[in-house]
């Protein structure tokens, strides 16, 4: 597609036009063309796994709202690219999507390492990224609107369920997690917590292995041993990427149950546990704040159109099995969100955007409208627990009676105290 | 004297039996529905009648076929099932509307696991009272006390009877008199289960008898020797699964790296070509052959070795010959062909990793010990690795291909004015050694994931086994191979998995260092050439 004459004189004059008002950085094209939307997801690498399905979704959401008239009866155009769960090929391809195909917003990321290194790109070049993930806290970036949870809306509940008396009373715990900074810093919080529910430090193991750890043998016979050792124990894993395969299979193969030694996973879903033989894994926990089996009509709605989506593009894996879980229900929200925003605004401004951000509501596939925070760039949520069935879906065991707002900066940690619950924007020039 | 005995004690049975009240259709409703307190209270109360209609209801609500309405429990027989049956009545009624599932989670699922033990101590086959004794001895509770004294006196079998002991005496423990207690506390030192352990420390803690808890202590030492056995043995069995998973990944380098000297930056990639190929075979057989399914495993091993075998011959034929001798230029080579084959299989079959399943044959494990499990595909694999072994050192050693490899790496001249097909001779050798990357592919796609990187992963553990074994040696690179996979767990259970991967990495490097030819070395004049 060359464009005209026209569209280019256009364009080179809304961009002198912009350059000349607002300075460097925000040079979006500002046309009747489409808006181009950028897509950062590992394609390939040991958080494709995981990762995929996002891309996809994305791509279902754009389909959808380009089917309706587009944003602002413009086009959405997807740039899709590959960072292969290479963290600092993240940053390479974030400021290729921004500096050259000049998206409007980037979709993207899963792992808090690929976060942190393409959050100096948005900053500096004043982009807008959604991430649709759970995470550690402890970040509010003016340039990130963070659609997964936070600490508070997954972790510490999941952890009260472990001690509650319907989730087993554990009075000892296993950390364990995959070695980078979102297990890192959630089981710091988590210690912290726990240790302000008065369990010492003796009764809590932390545990971390590489990314794409194969062989959970030896992990598996430690957390055996620490159960013998005392109270009733608990595992609270944060393993990412495709790990979890070989982890669940070793704990199914080596019979630890969910009755005696129950695991709690942040970063497993009905994705995650496709091709795992789920039922020696049956009662085992997941903790998200969104479940596939949850029944509502936005979520029969969400889970058809996935279903329909996956068919008419041959997903592999989906054409046959369609699954939704979390993440993908949390990119859903941001990308609608970003639109309803950008028809605010009447522009895709970054700074427009994001103020155009605050407040705004969708009626998300969990039931209820979840809301973007007026000031912290996070969503509020609601927490459920969920077990393990013997079909790899999850059956809701446990969850909070209506959404909870996000607290990125973890009160359990105590440098955050006297932190701003919104982000710093420092004055520039 | 042994079959009256039986028979009485069906007879005792059947009669308590008789005699208990029916599920009544509330409690099944009580049971099903309400909160998890009601639910456990109404539970024990109708297991304490031990009643027989007991047991299918719980096995319904453990499959998830009870569904409530009004109060009321039904048993269905599918997942859209419209008839059901009324619980406590018997009565096939249709499901009513909007009947929903009851709730069943982990503490409510041991419960019912528990009540269904007991309900099984009384069982006529003595592998159901074993299975049950089995489920209860993780459910410590007082309440069961009467049930566990009556079972204890009804049962026939002596090693039952003594399990039943140490059940009872896990309940005793906790009892307000004193000699009971110390009673208990001696007897359970027979005992060699982790759970006994979790409990005697507790205990330990809290007892004030200085009597009882010298003997507590006494006892916790001897279940604890015995406990530190299973995780010894575990140690050394996950160290040796580890190694056999090493020995396979490194045998076929043995041949293309040791014998020929091809360093073989593809040797990886080879790996994943055999998983990719049980993967395509898996897939075939749940296509075209599912009731065979379980056995897809006995194909793949053939297809994986010939396939990647095939791709070895070919690289050898049009890349490889042109440059032995050249190792530098092999290197490189070898390194382009491994980018090239990731990339092919990730244009063919897509970036995604892709699910091998085990057959279930190779799922869950067997329990050796109390806290020693030994899952089967891991035996299976070790199994494997060794029939690999014995059968690449029988064809190297014993056939006349094996005696015309061992003539050209040894001198290639001379081999060849003996008539020796030379460029023959390499070509087999190296899809030999392709061939058994593809047995280990096959092996790997059984414990981890199978995607386009998976041979990335393995290549640099495969290379440290040879050169670690020495250079041309089978016997060092088994030796390597089971020696680093002990000492790699050994350091996992003390180090954790991030450090011990580091400290072998050093330990090789300073191996390396003082002794450069590896464990074992060639000696005489073939050392040199």
């Avoid at chain 1, 949520?381 to 990125?408: L, M």
């Avoid at chain 2, 059901?84 to 989670?105: C, I, K, M, Q």
């Avoid at chain 2, 892709?354 to 806290?371: D, F, M, R, T, Y």
Wanted: glycine content about 10%; hydrophobic content about 45%.
């Amino acid at each position: 597609m060359h464009p005209t004459r026209r569209q280019f004189h256009l364009t080179l004059g809304a961009a002198a036009l912009a350059a000349s008002s607002l300075g460097l950085g925000s040079a979006h094209a500002q046309g009747a063309g489409p808006i181009k939307v950028g897509v950062l997801h590992s394609l390939s690498g040991t958080m494709a796994i995981s990762e995929t399905v996002l891309k996809d979704t994305v791509l279902m959401a754009i389909e959808e709202i380009n089917a309706k008239g587009g944003v602002m009866g413009r086009k959405l155009e997807p740039v899709v690219v590959d960072p292969a769960s290479n963290w600092p090929l993240f940053a390479e391809r974030a400021k290729q999507l921004i500096t050259q195909d000049k998206v409007a917003v980037v979709f993207g990321c899963w792992t808090s390492v690929s976060r942190k290194s393409v959050l100096p790109v948005f900053e500096e070049t004043n982009s807008l990224l959604f991430y649709p993930v759970q995470y550690e806290g402890e970040e509010l970036s003016k340039n990130v609107f963070y659609t997964g949870a936070a600490p508070n809306q997954q972790a510490i509940p999941a952890v009260e369920y472990l001690m509650s008396k319907d989730g087993g009373g554990a009075k000892r715990f296993v950390l364990l997690g995959t070695d980078y900074v979102y297990p890192r810093t959630t089981n710091k919080i988590l210690r912290a917590f726990l240790n302000s529910k008065g369990i010492g430090d003796a009764d809590i193991l932390e545990e971390y292995t590489p990314f794409g750890h194969a062989d959970y043998q030896s992990i598996i016979a430690k957390i055996k041993r620490f159960a013998s050792e005392g109270k009733k124990t608990a595992v609270v894993s944060t393993i990412n990427g495709d790990s979890n395969v070989p982890f669940y299979k070793e704990l199914g193969n080596q019979g630890l149950k969910a009755t005696d030694v129950p695991v709690v996973a942040f970063s497993v879903g009905e994705e995650e546990l496709r091709g795992v033989d789920t039922k020696p894994l049956v009662g085992h926990l997941a903790a998200w704040n969104y479940f596939m089996s949850l029944k509502n009509p936005s979520n029969d709605e969400f889970t058809k159109k996935w279903a329909a989506y996956a068919k008419a593009k041959n997903i592999a894996g989906h054409k046959d099995r369609p699954l939704t879980n979390d993440p993908m229900e949390a990119t859903y929200i941001g990308i609608h969100m970003w639109k309803q925003a950008v028809e605010k605004a009447k522009s895709t401004d970054t700074d427009k955007v994001i103020a155009a951000m605050a407040g705004q509501t969708f009626k998300a596939p969990s039931g209820i409208v979840s809301k973007m925070d007026e000031k912290n760039h996070h969503l509020h949520k609601s927490v459920f627990i969920g077990e393990v069935k013997a079909d790899g879906q999850f059956n809701v065991v446990w969850k909070t009676p209506g959404p909870v707002r996000a607290q990125p900066w973890s009160p359990f940690i105590p440098e955050n105290k006297g932190k701003k619950d919104e982000p710093v924007v420092t004055a520039k020039k | 004297m042994r079959w009256p005995m039986r028979w009485l004690v069906i007879l005792a049975w059947l009669l308590c039996c008789s005699q208990a009240r029916a599920l009544t259709p509330e409690q099944a409703g009580r049971i099903a529905d309400g909160d998890s307190e009601s639910r456990i209270a109404a539970l024990n109360e109708a297991a304490a009648s031990g009643d027989a209609a007991l047991g299918p209801f719980i096995d319904a609500l453990l499959d998830g076929s009870v569904r409530v309405a009004g109060g009321r429990a039904y048993v269905v027989a599918g997942e859209s099932a419209v008839e059901a049956v009324e619980a406590g009545t018997g009565r096939a009624v249709p499901l009513p509307e909007g009947a929903e599932e009851p709730l069943v989670n982990n503490r409510m699922r041991r419960e019912l696991q528990a009540a269904r033990a007991a309900l099984s101590l009384f069982a006529p086959e003595r592998a159901a009272r074993a299975a049950a004794i089995a489920a209860l001895k993780d459910e410590i509770d007082e309440s069961r006390l009467p049930l566990l004294e009556k079972a204890a006196a009804a049962e026939t079998d002596a090693a039952l009877r003594g399990q039943l002991a140490l059940l009872k005496a896990g309940v005793l423990i906790g009892s307000d008199d004193r000699t009971r207690r110390l009673e208990a506390a001696t007897l359970l030192g027979a005992s060699g289960e982790p759970a006994v352990r979790s409990l005697l420390l507790e205990r330990q803690r809290s007892e004030a008898d200085a009597d009882v808890k010298a003997a507590i202590a006494e006892s916790l030492k001897r279940v604890e020797s015995r406990l530190a056995w299973g995780e010894r043995l575990g140690v050394l069995f996950t160290g040796a699964s580890l190694g056999s998973i090493l020995l396979l990944v490194a045998l076929g380098l043995a041949i293309t790296y040791g014998l020929m000297g091809v360093i073989n930056m593809a040797h990886g990639e080879l790996m994943m070509i055999g998983a990719y190929a049980t993967w395509l075979v898996q897939n075939l057989f749940r296509q075209h052959l599912p009731g065979w399914f379980d056995w897809y495993v006995l194909a793949a091993v053939p297809a994986a070795f010939l396939v990647s075998a095939g791709v070895g011959a070919l690289l050898e034929r049009s890349v490889i010959r042109w440059l032995y001798g050249r190792p530098l230029e092999t290197l490189l080579a070898t390194w382009g062909i491994s980018l090239v084959l990731m990339q092919a299989v990730r244009s063919t079959f897509g970036a995604q990793n892709v699910a091998v399943e085990n057959p279930s044959w190779l799922s869950g494990g067997v329990q050796v010990l109390p806290n020693l499990v030994l899952p089967y595909n891991r035996i299976g694999i070790l199994v494997f690795a060794a029939l690999v072994l014995v059968g690449m050192a029988l064809l190297i050693g014993r056939t006349r291909l094996g005696l015309f490899v061992r003539g050209v790496t040894q001198n290639r001249a001379m081999a060849s004015c003996m008539g020796v097909p030379t460029a023959r001779v390499d070509t087999y050798a190296f899809a030999l050694g392709a061939g058994i990357a593809g047995l280990a592919g096959c092996a790997l796609a059984q414990v981890g994931n199978v995607g386009p990187d998976l041979g990335q992963s393995y290549i640099v553990d495969s290379f440290m086994v040879v050169v670690l074994g020495g250079v041309g040696q089978l016997a060092g690179t088994v030796y390597a191979a089971l020696g680093l996979g002990v000492l790699n767990k050994l350091l996992e259970g003390w180090a954790g998995a991030v450090l011990a991967k580091i400290m072998v990495l050093v330990f090789i490097v300073v191996f390396i260092q003082k002794r450069p030819q590896g464990l074992f070395a060639l000696k005489g004049r073939s050392a040199e050439a």
